[in-house]
């Protein structure tokens, strides 16, 4: 049924690589479930994303086999949904599959009835059946037999699933304390609410940290190996309050190991999903965007932190991938690459030595020693570009040769299939890591690219009401946006006025932050994942833990702590807390698995320090931006009515905690004893600690 496949027309590339399969697809929406209730059948869902290789595999299995598609369409409504544009039918449907069988992953395949209650739960199944696991069309014949003929035992597997997904998906581990701060007065925030024990809680997550630490490899824990940048900016963080070398040893470690890595794109910059070994050589190949947001935070922190120019570099390289590969001429950000090209996982990448000697000729014994290929293949019969642990990330001018001619060589391969989505949540992500890394190297085309990234979102992901969406592709933007769309645009265009010193960026950090609080905070729990206005699931999710993006409900309450700083309103201080009090189960029982949220509390427990640059000063501008400070909130340039501008003199720099000021600081020297003064000694003497630490050395 290829010719009047219902996925044709829409935004996702992932629903439109399906749009000629002879299965009769229907997108998520009433409409699939009123066909299924006519025809008393039940929906089969599939969810996945364009990058996922087994949802190709899958695909290419079964969804395009007519007999397998017959069987589907006879028997069932088949319903495709991509979890990057509908995050919360993947939510709640994940939580299903969690539920039966203790683990997950995409393709995501469940069985619902026809008023969307899961009943059978899996994902990747075979064509044909294998040991311990039932073939598809197989699978499909058994469901059918089991509807028409044991309808009372599905309903009743029916009930039991959808309770425990609700339990999962939308209880959360946290429920805020009975005093949660943002019920209180202004006025009572701080006498009222404990400041929760950050230093305790980040003693135990370092702790359970080192248990897990890869010593020779980095990472934490054993092999699949995802990039966690999460856990390095607790590492980060607990070096710059103790000064202690063995977290920022972590840090690092765990950095030059992924940048020496297969895991990282030697010759085009940027990172793959993950790494299926320990030596982070072999990765699945996919990239995504929300990883290279991730990561460039956490090497562009570990540069300011410890100066090391390789860090920079691969900072450098991640920039250069995102803005070459995945940007739009109008300025967003496409989602991520697929892991296939040819039909073959990875074949973009690999190398054999003759292709090196065809490329570099008389250099390619000593390059192929420099990228490992002299040890041997290394997938697959072919290489993986790797580097030895103690190879050095800034390179040399006859390393650049080598990587700029193999680099030009694999540009004339059938790159890997683009996802040309643009998403809110990950180009907000991603804008404001680029934020931060423009302020903190000064570079102008980067305060460029973030500042396009930022208008592309006020341009094109709005509805006449100025309601966020979710999605933007060919022109069109669909989709209600979710809470962490909302989360991440607040932090963004707060990154981005602390870049510019432009008004128009709180502004609309402003509207965004009480579109969140609107939306997606109904209560004194977490926020919601959709919005108030959002079509019903069978259950609403909460955001809580962090997945392969932190926790909504932890970025939001950083967010909006910085922003009530920032602005000096009291609303968003109150809010911000109040959102991650809510969290504190969650960091106390799991600190992992809240590691933003437990990042973000040090604004609870230590405070804000604002500084206000007056005047044409960029002397004092880059002695707060050559830190990490992640307490402090930076404002300059155009003023605003809030207080914190109030009394301002043009030319000094003004460092207040808590609204508490020290004497303005006229010179560089000044500002940066005001700043010891107010971010504490421990902070101090970690960067004190981290200036002396010189390079980093590699483990065996």
Not at 211 to 236: H, N, T, V, Y
Not at 408 to 434: G, I, Y
Not at 472 to 482: S, V
Not at 679 to 697: F, I, L, V
Request: proline share 5%.
């Amino acid at each position: 049924m290829g010719e009047t496949n219902r996925l044709a027309g829409e935004t996702s590339p992932y629903l439109r690589q399906h749009a000629e399969n002879p299965v009769d697809w229907f997108a998520w929406g009433d409409e699939a479930f009123a066909v299924a209730r006519d025809r008393d059948v039940p929906v089969f869902l599939s969810v996945g994303y364009s990058a996922c290789h087994w949802c190709h595999v899958m695909a290419h299995e079964s969804f395009e086999d007519d007999e397998v598609a017959a069987v589907l369409n006879a028997g069932f409504v088949p319903v495709k949904v991509d979890r990057e544009e509908r995050p919360d039918v993947d939510a709640v449907y994940m939580a299903a599959v969690l539920a039966q069988n203790g683990q997950g992953g995409w393709p995501m395949s469940v069985f619902l009835t026809p008023d969307g209650r899961p009943f059978f739960a899996g994902t990747y199944f075979p064509r044909r059946d294998r040991v311990g696991l039932p073939g598809f069309r197989h699978l499909l014949e058994s469901v059918s037999e089991a509807w028409a003929e044991r309808r009372a035992e599905v309903e009743r597997q029916a009930d039991d699933l959808a309770a425990a997904a609700a339990r999962q998906a939308g209880a959360g581990l946290a429920q805020a304390p009975a005093n949660s701060s943002h019920r209180l007065s202004p006025v009572a925030v701080a006498a009222a609410v404990a400041r929760p024990p950050w230093r305790d809680w980040l003693e135990a997550a370092l702790s359970e940290m080192s248990d897990r630490f890869d010593q020779s490899w980095g990472g934490f824990g054993p092999a699949p190996k995802f990039p966690q940048p999460g856990l390095i900016e607790l590492c980060l963080r607990h070096h710059r309050s103790t000064g202690q070398s063995q977290s920022l040893h972590m840090a690092r470690h765990t950095l030059r190991a992924m940048a020496a890595g297969g895991i990282h794109d030697q010759l085009g910059g940027g990172f793959c999903r993950y790494a299926t070994d320990r030596r982070w050589t072999v990765p699945h190949f996919e990239k995504m965007l929300y990883d290279q947001a991730g990561l460039l935070r956490a090497y562009v922190h570990a540069w300011t932190v410890t100066a090391d120019p390789q860090w920079l570099q691969v900072a450098q390289d991640v920039v250069a991938y995102v803005l070459r590969d995945l940007r739009h001429p109008a300025g967003g950000l496409f989602s991520a690459e697929d892991a296939d090209s040819e039909g073959e996982e990875g074949r973009f990448y690999v190398w054999s030595l003759g292709e090196f000697e065809a490329v570099l000729g008389a250099e390619a014994p000593a390059a192929a020693l420099h990228f490992g290929l002299a040890a041997g293949p290394n997938f697959e019969g072919r290489n993986i570009l790797r580097l030895a642990l103690d190879t050095p990330l800034v390179r040399g001018t006859e390393v650049q040769r080598w990587r700029d001619a193999l680099f030009q060589a694999r540009s004339h391969r059938v790159r890997p299939q683009l996802d040309d989505k643009v998403l809110t949540e990950w180009n907000a992500m991603f804008c404001s890591a680029l934020a931060e890394a423009a302020a903190a190297t000064g570079r102008r085309e980067w305060k460029r690219a973030a500042e396009s990234v930022g208008r592309f979102l006020l341009d094109n992901l709005r509805d006449d009401r100025g309601r966020w969406l979710r999605s933007w592709q060919g022109g069109r933007a669909r989709h209600l946006g979710y809470a962490a769309d909302y989360a991440w645009l607040v932090d963004c265009f707060t990154r981005l006025a602390e870049l510019s010193g432009r008004r128009q960026w709180l502004d609309q950090a402003r509207l965004a932050a009480d579109g969140l609080l609107a939306l997606f905070h109904p209560d004194e729990g977490p926020l919601r994942t959709t919005g108030e206005d959002a079509p019903a699931l069978i259950v609403r999710p909460t955001e809580v833990l962090d997945d392969a993006t932190p926790s909504a409900t932890a970025v939001a309450g950083a967010a909006l702590l910085r922003l009530g700083s920032l602005c000096a309103e009291d609303r968003f201080r109150q809010a911000g807390t109040g959102l991650l009090h809510s969290l504190d189960a969650v960091v106390e029982r799991l600190p992992l698995a809240g590691a933003w949220a437990l990042a973000a509390t040090e604004l609870v427990s230590e405070g804000i320090v604002e500084v206000v640059v007056a005047g044409d000063r960029p002397d004092l501008l880059q002695a707060v931006r050559a830190r990490y400070e992640p307490t402090v909130v930076l404002a300059w340039g155009e003023r605003d009515q809030s207080g914190l501008w109030e009394g301002r003199v043009d030319g000094l720099a003004y460092v207040c905690r808590d609204r508490v000021c020290a004497s303005p600081a006229d010179s560089v020297d000044a500002l940066e004893d005001r700043l010891d003064a107010a971010t504490g000694p421990a902070m101090a003497a970690g960067r004190r600690a981290a200036d002396s630490a010189g390079p980093t050395t590699a483990s065996p």
